[in-house]
């Protein structure tokens, strides 16, 4: 298997696939978290081709994005088999997948899947997590102050719970620059209450 040749074509498929998203998983998602599983897997000491493959794939079938997951997982799976896995390999990378999403809670138990798992989870974080869960929000229609509720009920959590060390000292600095605009939103927002 010619690594280089399986990733430029899960790329053209990704991008074919996912290029017009305007709920923050796009392509230059799947990029940006392709690129921090490479960097967090050589800091881990673990070959990145897998974690690339993973971190690429990995909103192919999330129930948030298409509406037959089942449907999309099956398409992924014979996508895959293409680009010449073989099925024990392509059970690794959904084994991954299917641990990556937030709302799934789902222990992730290896290295391999913490290390996408963590790329995810910082891509949700920092000035990229506050562009995501804006653009989110009006992809949904949500009121603004609906849309910012999602710091308290998701993003504020997500730094105490990644595994990697790399991971972890990454987040700290993207988790005070979310804090900082979350409580400069409430105090733009209310400041006329506060000085009337």
Known sequence: MNEHTVLSTLKKHIYDRFCNDTSGHNYDHMIRVSNMSIYIAKQEGLDPFLPEVIALTHDYY???????????KQALMVLLKQVCFNNDTIDVII?????ISFRHNKEATTLLQQVVKDSDR???IGAMGIIRTIQYGT???RPLDETIQHF????????????????????????QLMRAFYDGYYNERDFLKHNN
């Open 95 to 99: 084994n991954a997948i299917d641990v």
């Open 139 to 141: 992809t949904h229609n």
């Open 62 to 72: 999330d129930d948030k994005l298409v509406q037959d997951p089942a449907k999309s």
């Open 122 to 124: 910082l891509d949700a």
């Open 152 to 175: 308290d009920d998701k993003l504020f959590h997500l730094k105490d719970l990644l595994h990697t060390k790399t991971a972890q000292t990454i987040a700290e600095e993207r988790h």
